[in-house]
């Protein structure tokens, strides 16, 4: 089972795509998560979640996804519908072909930088599987 794949199949359609209905999600029931906005559990995730990227006007761009073991990192930007954007670093565990636990970084991506890099990279094919 290709686990980045999975991941950003599952960020896709619930970030990008803006669809967090659970017929389609590959989390566990059980998913764990840590993010201290969001309970614990599948239910919580999409009750939480899907008003947010349904109804806020909040959009999602995928830079790249890294994978390592039993963890897939997706690298992202988020713009808010007033145009705050911030970076972000969703790590995911991935066991048994479910999401099982989530972490993430979030931080604002400011209008000007010292050294004029983007925080979040522009995707290749190779930086996000499935999705060129």
Not at 22 to 51: E, K, L, W
Not at 114 to 129: D, E, I, R, Y
């Amino acid at each position: 089972m290709d686990k980045a794949k999975l991941v950003t199949d599952f960020y896709t359609q619930a970030f990008v795509h803006r669809d967090v209905a659970v017929r389609r999600r590959p989390m566990s029931r059980n998913y764990i998560q840590h993010n201290p906005q969001v309970p614990n559990g599948r239910a919580a995730f999409v009750d939480t979640m899907g008003p947010y990227v349904k109804d806020s006007g909040v959009t999602f761009r995928i830079g790249r996804v890294v994978a390592e073991g039993d963890i897939v990192v997706v690298h992202a930007e988020s713009t808010e519908k007033d145009g705050k954007r911030s970076a972000v670093a969703d790590f995911f565990r991935v066991e048994g072909g479910k999401i099982v636990e989530h972490w993430d970084v979030i931080q604002a991506i400011p209008g000007d930088t010292a050294n004029g890099n983007p925080m979040v990279p522009t995707p290749t094919s190779s930086q996000a599987p499935g999705h060129p």
